[in-house]
RNA sequence: GGUCCUGUAGAGCAGUUUGGAGUGCUCGCCACCCUGUCAAGGUGGAGGUCGCGGGUUCAAGUCCCGUCAGGACCGCCA
């Protein structure tokens, strides 16, 4: 080792040689020493192993497999940039290696060999072998096979371990690279990013349960939304948007919801109306998209990811035109029903598919029945309103839309619902002192990458799921 | 909250229809073998409160009742 190099593709950065390589440190196994000059190696990689051919180097890591044959030994070490071979031939540590169980950390040296016969054209020989850590416990199912074979709960029972699995932990790189596209496009749109309490007094926003706790012997409640935050902050920054944990106490049991999950929002002022608001979820939407496909090519390779293409436009349909065209196209009639039902949104994705090429949609429109006080109404429709939802791949993906903005008109909705304007005064406040015409949306991220990874359940993607029957690991 | 399905070894499953000794498969685990593995291969072995409780029966993994747990769909859902 001769010092610093080029990293791996990705910006040319130098590598940090973040610290020594302790092998000779400790008592080692028989082996051939790794340094005829006594000096100590740099922890690399395994993706780098293949740049120092010929060199000495220092892997640390988890053993991914061991494949014990008579005279040699294969080990496998996973580390964060994937695998690499170490080949054993010493009658010693083939002993050891055979002895300690797949997923114990440790550190290798050795020297990195060209060998067409190993994975990847490079592999580790004459190694020195270090332990990490104790011997690890035996995985409820084998890490290192393709496939998972477990069933959902044993995964999220055993999450400590059972996330390492490439296919587990894959889903999780593509929303990292998710919220990075998010935050990377809106960013670019001149929007601020936010934090907001999670702990609120209120729990007076809309019929949805809360979750109650006790704050230093008063009643608190953990946060739906950042919505009334998110709204106040548009009279400091104009854009801002927050990425951050919501809770939902309902009791909602299926596939598609939990009781906490991370809330992709953002809301900005200055719009004419909720179609503005529709321009900025298309390229938030476009900018997660690309991010994943720049930043977790590994994941979408690995899991088969289509990724889809976000047309310049999504298309659009009013709520009241969509029942019409189920009415006139399905064998049911939802006309007169407030909402859509799951079966109606997976129609209605497939007809965008056929229709406008899209796997994205917007149903605009929802009747003013349905949606939270501050909605704003459409001012042509007054039953109806200026909201919207993104329907992708079947799925409710995001809810946004114009809100109301001037205080009259709030104390009016408040008034209209039968609500006392008290426990709003603190958001209220925001609008008394003068608010422009704004809209927001929110996108549910889980869902989001289960959309995308095709997932079946939104536990697939979420990590320590919290629901009605799971509050730990 | 409603309807339905499923609980059998560490994991994933057969076996339940037609009651007859925990009968079996794949993987893992342990031991041994194997000249380069790639989800290695071979031989042998260990591992079970058939979710739990009750009932019917000469006899229950199997039939009945209850209960607990997991899952699916629906309801509900900013």
Not at 2 to 22: L, N
Not at 338 to 364: M, Y
Request: charged share 25%.
């Amino acid at each position: 080792m001769t010092g610093p190099r080029r990293g791996p593709a990705g910006g040319g950065a130098k590598v940090r040689w973040h610290r020594e390589c302790k092998v000779p440190a400790r008592p080692r196994l028989p082996g051939t020493p790794g340094r005829s000059d006594g000096g100590v190696s740099m922890r690399i990689l395994s993706s780098q192993v293949a740049e120092h051919v010929g060199e000495t180097v220092c892997v640390a890591g988890w053993l991914h497999r061991v494949r014990a044959l008579k005279s040699v030994t294969f080990a496998v070490v996973r580390d964060r940039a994937g695998l690499v071979q170490v080949v054993a031939a010493d009658a010693e540590l083939v002993k050891r290696l055979g002895e300690l169980p797949e997923e114990t950390v440790v550190e290798v040296e050795g020297t990195a060999t060209a060998n067409p016969q190993a994975p990847g054209g490079v592999e580790i020989t004459s190694p020195v072998l270090r332990e990490l850590s104790d011997p690890a416990l035996t995985p409820p199912f084998d890490i290192y096979r393709p496939v998972v074979t477990a069933a959902l709960p044993t995964v999220l029972d055993n999450a400590a371990v059972t996330l390492r699995h490439p296919r587990l932990r894959a889903p999780f790189e593509i929303s990292a690279a998710s919220v990075s596209g998010f935050r990377g496009a809106l960013e670019g749109l001149g929007f601020t990013e936010i934090h907001t309490p999670k702990v609120v007094s209120s729990a007076t926003e809309s019929g949805a349960n809360v979750f109650k706790l006790d704050w230093f012997g008063r009643n608190a409640y953990l946060a739906q939304s950042p919505q009334f935050y998110k709204q106040t902050m548009v009279g400091v920054f104009e854009r801002v948007f927050e990425v951050g944990p919501v809770f939902r106490a309902e009791p909602h049991d299926t596939a598609r919801h939990l009781a906490q999950y991370t809330s992709l929002d953002a809301e900005l002022g200055f719009v004419t109306d909720h179609r503005d608001v529709m321009a900025v979820v298309r390229d938030a939407v476009a900018g997660m998209v690309a991010a994943i496909a720049e930043r977790a090519p590994a994941a979408v390779e690995l899991l088969k990811v289509e990724l889809p293409e976000v047309p310049a436009e999504i298309p659009s349909i009013h709520f009241a035109d969509a029942q019409e065209l189920l009415a006139r196209e399905t064998d049911e009639d939802p006309r007169g029903e407030p909402d859509l039902a799951p079966a109606h949104e997976r129609w209605l994705c497939d007809w965008a598919v056929r229709e406008h090429g899209s796997q994205f949609l917007f149903v605009t429109g929802y009747p003013m029945a349905k949606r939270p006080f501050y909605t704003h109404p459409d001012p042509e429709r007054p039953e109806f309103s200026n909201s919207f939802d993104l329907l992708f791949r079947g799925l409710e993906l995001v809810t946004g839309g114009q809100r109301l903005h001037r205080h009259s008109d709030y104390l009016a909705a408040l008034a209209a619902r039968g609500e006392s304007p008290e426990p709003y005064a603190g958001y209220l406040a925001a609008f008394a002192h003068g608010m422009p015409p704004h809209g927001g949306f929110a996108l549910g991220l889980e869902r989001f990458v289960a959309r995308m990874t095709g997932a079946d359940n939104i536990r697939w993607t979420t990590l320590f799921p919290r629901d009605l029957h799971r509050l730990t690991p």
